[in-house]
T-cell receptor, first 112, second 110 residues
Framework: AQTIHQWPVAEIKAVGSPLSLGCTIK??????LYWYWQATGGTLQQLFY??????VESVVQLNLSASRPKDDQFILSTEKLLLSHSGFYLC???????????FGPGTRLTVL | QQKVQQSPESLIVPEGGMASLNCTSS?????YFWWYRQHSGKSPKMLM?????GEKEEGRFTVHLNKASLHTSLHIRDSQPSDSALYLC??????????FGLGTRVSVFP
């Protein structure tokens, strides 16, 4: 069975500080991977997607970057956090672009 | 840019009642529609998907799709308090991937 983990579960960070969020998928090789951001009470905004190791496509520019250093790992980061970065960050995987996406448990980020 | 419009924004349903949610895509090239349910503080879980014109039923949930009007609807019968959640409609096309609507917040009161 496939499992998806995200870390950390929650973060409270200061404006201007760096950030690194992680996501790991076990039990599935070469999945498509996605990062989403959700403002409190809002919809899901896709940020990045990756079809293969080392390749990441940006969907929305939010002063964030993403990397896929391993087949089963997806990292979201920034060197300088903004207040507007607060929200719920979700990692998801799918077998392909047209397949169902399975979401991880998410990381709740509060920027003060 | 594909847009996915959902209505109503929120819905209050008595326990045992019927909830009807709507979703329309602005993109004629949409291939699939997905319905996700997200309980407060949790991640979204896929509820139902529909690719062809017509109706699909799974338990208390029924999804309709009219591809000509790019409209899908989700109906929840015999609503339960555990159905209280944010319901997200997502439309997929090859060029733009998956686009989510703003959601409909459903509250079921006993």
């Amino acid at each position: 069975a496939q499992t998806i983990h995200q870390w950390p579960v929650a973060e409270i960070k200061a404006v201007g500080s760096p950030l690194s969020l992680g996501c790991t998928i076990k039990g599935k090789s070469s999945p498509n991977l996605y990062w989403y951001w959700q403002a409190t009470g809002g919809t899901l905004q896709q940020l990045f997607y990756s079809i293969t190791v080392g390749q990441v496509e940006s969907v929305v520019q939010l002063n964030l970057s993403a990397s896929r250093p391993k087949d089963d790992q997806f990292i979201l980061s920034t060197e300088k956090l903004l207040l507007s970065h607060s929200g719920f960050y979700l990692c998801a995987w799918s077998l392909g672009g047209s397949y169902e996406q399975y979401f991880g448990p998410g990381t709740r980020l509060t920027v003060l | 840019q594909q847009k996915v419009q959902q209505s109503p924004e929120s819905l209050i349903v008595p326990e045992g009642g019927m909830a009807s949610l709507n979703c329309t895509s602005s993109d004629r090239n949409v291939d699939y529609f997905w319905w996700y349910r997200q309980h407060s503080g949790k991640s979204p879980k896929m509820l139902m998907s529909i690719f062809s014109n017509g109706e699909k039923e799974e338990g208390r949930f029924t999804v309709h799709l009219n591809k000509a009007s790019l409209h899908t609807s989700l109906h929840i019968r015999d609503s339960q308090p555990s159905d209280s959640a944010l319901y997200l409609c997502a439309a997929y096309n090859y060029a733009q991937g998956l686009t989510f609507g703003l959601g409909t917040r459903v509250s079921v009161f006993p």
